[in-house]
């Protein structure tokens, strides 16, 4: 993994929904040059995912959020775009959700609380 993040243009949908935390995390990512689409539940993600002219290369999602749980969001989006890629975020330490479909299906996952660049770093990671 390099030890600086680098940047990128592709589409990012972020479903966060702790109003804050979507805030530092959009800016951030648009800092690296990302165009941010952002969404406070799960539901409100998949109707932007649907919604979206360019295709989103990632969806950053928490795997708890209200009206749609993360494990819905990813099965929803996979049945019709397949090849999308997702990055799940969560509060949960992984032991905690080691029986949670995250960890089972070997998908990539940040720890909350993160660093901001540890962010930009796994979010290029994830799409290389």
Known sequence: MPEYATGGTETILLVEDDPDLRFL???????????????????????????????????????????????????????????????????????EISHNFVLDKGLNFLAKPFDLDELAIKVREVLQ
């Open 25 to 95: 995390m959009s800016e951030v990512l648009k800092e690296y040059g990302y165009i941010v689409v952002s969404a406070c539940d799960g539901e409100e993600g998949l109707q932007k995912f649907e919604k979206q002219d360019s295709p989103i290369s990632l969806v950053i999602a928490d795997v708890v959020t209200p009206r749609m749980k993360g494990s819905e969001l990813y099965n929803k989006i996979h049945q019709a775009r397949p090849d999308t890629k997702f990055l799940f975020v969560s509060g949960y330490q992984a032991n």
